[in-house]
Structures are given as C-alpha cells and as structure tokens.
C-alpha cells in the first residue's frame, strides 16, 4: 500500500499499455483509456502518464537495441534481465508494446521458454 502522498506504484501492464496508448493518444485520453480498461485502479494524471512514458521508452531503446546487437539470436527473459539489469516482469512490459508492433518476435525455445529475437536479422541471417 503506498504511502500518504505517494502515488500507488504502476503494475508492469499499466506500463506496457500505457506506452502503447500514448504513441496514438493525448496523455488525458490515455490516462482515461488505462481506467476505462481497468488497468488503473484511479485514474493517472496526465503528468505522470508523461513521466512514465518518458522514462520507459529510454529503457524499450535499450533492450531493442540489445536483441538487434545479437544478430538474430534469439535471448531469454533471462538474457535480457542480466544484460540489462532489470527484472524479468520489467523486460517482458517492455518488450510487449514492440511484439506488438511486430518489430521484435516472439518465439519458443526448445524448452518451452519464451524468446525474443529480430525478425529481420533472423531471416538475413538463415539466407
């Protein structure tokens, strides 16, 4: 529970969605839209809508820029986590909104783990 005065912590998929939204919205509709969805218990301000956004897509640049450094090899949730010194949860918030865009893939290991690698460089390099 936060404390009096703080503002309750964002939940990894507020975080996805919100930076997802606000590529297409204004911070007002988006933070009505993370209520409407029921992403957020109450509803955001749009300063901190601005904030989040901000401060998360620095972080999105770094883990895309870190699957294109692979060439397309696939990396774990767990690559990701080490490399970049965030927690697993954080990295697959981070990594959804650009699944989503298609510009990283999605695939299954052969464990049955989840991976993210580039489409394009996945292709070049299979050629």
């Given amino acids: 529970m936060p404390r009096k005065g703080r503002p309750a912590p964002w939940a990894a998929e507020e975080i996805a969605a919100c930076?997802?939204?606000?590529?297409?919205?204004?911070?007002?509709?988006?933070?009505?839209?993370?209520?409407?969805?029921?992403?957020?218990?109450?509803?955001?301000?749009?300063?901190s809508v601005?904030?989040?956004?901000?401060?998360?897509?620095?972080?999105?640049d770094r883990l895309l820029k870190l699957v294109r450094d692979y060439a397309g090899l696939p990396l774990s949730y767990r690559d990701l986590e080490d490399e970049l010194r965030i927690s697993r949860k954080r990295a697959q918030a981070l990594a959804l909104p650009l699944v989503r865009a298609g510009v990283l893939e999605r695939v299954e290991g052969e464990r049955g783990e989840a991976l993210l690698r580039d489409p394009i460089a996945w292709r070049e390099a299979a050629a």
């Fill in 19 to 47: 930076l997802e939204l606000f590529g297409e919205l204004t911070a007002e509709e988006t933070a009505r839209e993370l209520r409407r969805r029921r992403l957020s218990k109450r509803l955001r301000s749009p300063e």
């Fill in 50 to 60: 601005r904030q989040v956004a901000s401060a998360n897509r620095g972080a999105g």
